[in-house]
């Protein structure tokens, strides 16, 4: 059975988790991280040097980095679903795979620390800062979207498994929004799904 290690009010895990749910795939998950503790562990660092979450157990083939352990599942599980077969047509969701963590992340990733998991840690010019940046992020995003139900097109795919969470700590951290009708229908659109009822209830913490 595929095991998972990650605690659910991490984004990362809850990217792996969307898939797995998605997939409907038997599983077990083990708290770890933060107040869980755990990922310091010679266990769990003989698995994942990183010593981060999300880490995964399948049969034996142990896999970390939230984005590949998605892009794994969807291949092995829903090709051709989740999954493109099609070099362009996959290539073309991996890239806002990789923006999702190298250019909506880490801007994300300031805001969601200095307002809300600790308050007052990041200097006032920082948190200005990441949210002009936001912004432009969450412009790009709108322009994506155009004419497109999910990211890929018509069809539920492995990239909306790691969007759906990215869009979800943004909705709910406390800053200005413009209005970005294309990305608030996706949204809505990700939320009404079961696996979406099921891991993003969660305040953000």
């Known amino acids: ?99 999702q963590q190298s250019h909506h992340n880490p801007p994300l990733t300031t805001l969601f620390w200095g307002l809300v998991r600790a308050p007052g840690t990041r200097p006032a010019a920082e948190i200005e800062a990441a949210g002009k940046t936001m912004a432009e992020m969450m412009l790009m995003l709108e322009a994506r979207l155009e004419g497109r139900a999910f990211m890929g097109g018509d069809a539920f795919t492995m990239v909306d498994c790691v969007m759906g969470p990215a869009l979800h700590r943004w909705a709910n951290v406390p800053i200005e929004r413009a209005r970005l009708p294309n990305v608030e229908r996706y949204y809505q659109t990700i939320m009404a799904r079961p696996a979406a009822k099921k891991l993003l209830t969660l305040p953000l913490t």
């Open 1 to 99: 059975m595929l095991k998972v290690w990650g605690r659910l009010n991490s984004i990362n895990v809850q990217k792996a988790m969307f898939c797995v749910e998605e997939l409907g795939l038997p599983h077990e998950r083990f708290d770890a991280g933060m107040e869980h503790g755990v990922t310091k562990t010679p266990e769990y660092l003989a698995m994942n040097p990183n010593s981060r979450v999300p880490t995964i157990d399948d049969d034996g083939f142990i896999l970390w980095e939230s984005n590949v352990i998605v892009r794994y599942l969807a291949a092995k599980h829903s090709p051709g679903v989740l999954w493109p077969v099609d070099p362009r047509a996959r290539a073309d969701i991996d890239r806002w795979m990789d923006w």
